[in-house]
């Protein structure tokens, strides 16, 4: 399992800086994205200069895994679907649970992490090989 792991103070400099740091490693758009919105909650929700920590590990199933860690375990993220076509917030969680197979909240005394897997292709090893072309008798 590969993870890439990053603790930070949660701010609004701090989402973009993640973002390329992110885009440097390798993940893909909706991993940026799924990120983005949950240190934004942790923004939004917590406050800003929150320490927070940005874990991403691809699991042996392919999927990858984000999560994102604070301090606050009654902070817990609500999916409301409550924005309205003129808000400029609250889209985040249905963003993230468009994308996502399946997001929770795990928390553990002082603190909770957010999390999301995103589907992603499997490892080479359980790849199967493609089935040999019918072979054609000729004439």
Known sequence: MTTWE???LATPEAVPEVRRLLHRHDHDHDVRLCVTELLTNVIDHVGAGTPATVRVAVLPTGHTRVE???PDPRALPLLTGSAGATD???RGLALLD????RW??????????????????PPLDDVRAPAAPAVRSGR
């Open 68 to 70: 994102v860690t604070d």
């Open 98 to 101: 468009a994308l996502a197979l």
């Open 104 to 121: 929770g909240v795990e928390r553990c005394g002082d603190r909770k992490t957010v999390w999301c897997e995103l589907a992603g292709e």
């Open 6 to 8: 990053l603790s930070l």
């Open 88 to 90: 400029e917030s609250g």
